[in-house]
């Protein structure tokens, strides 16, 4: 992806992290065995400036996922406690499924 994101980040990257006029994503939860969480640090949850292969990549995902429906997720807040629910977007999904990537396999797999 070009942009410094975690493969965990990426699964949980959703479309209203994007800003495709500043060509920007904001990193603020990450998908880690299943379950949704707030970045690991709070120096992990950032603003990213997307270089131009992963601006180009985000853009190719538009006319894919852009439009898909919103889902409820539940992420885990950083007190390993607290859940709040949050609709997503999803920016990459299996393509077998059209469903988020459930672990860094079927990224890994199904993506590249």
């Avoid at 180009?56 to 859940?83: F, G, M, P």
Wanted: charged residues 25%; hydrophobic residues 40%.
């Amino acid at each position: 992806m070009w942009a410094g994101l975690r493969i965990s980040e990426l699964m949980a990257l959703g479309w209203d992290d994007i800003d495709l006029t500043k060509g920007t994503a904001h990193i603020q939860i990450a998908k880690v065995e299943d379950t949704y969480k707030t970045t690991k640090t709070r120096g992990s949850n950032r603003i990213v400036e997307l270089l131009s292969p992963a601006f180009e990549a985000i853009n190719q995902q538009i006319e894919l996922t852009y439009d898909n429906e919103a889902i409820e997720i539940s992420v885990l807040q950083s007190d390993n406690k607290t859940i709040k629910k949050k609709m997503f977007r999803p920016v990459f999904v299996n393509t077998f499924t059209s469903e988020p990537h459930c672990n860094y396999h079927s990224l890994r797999d199904r993506f590249w």
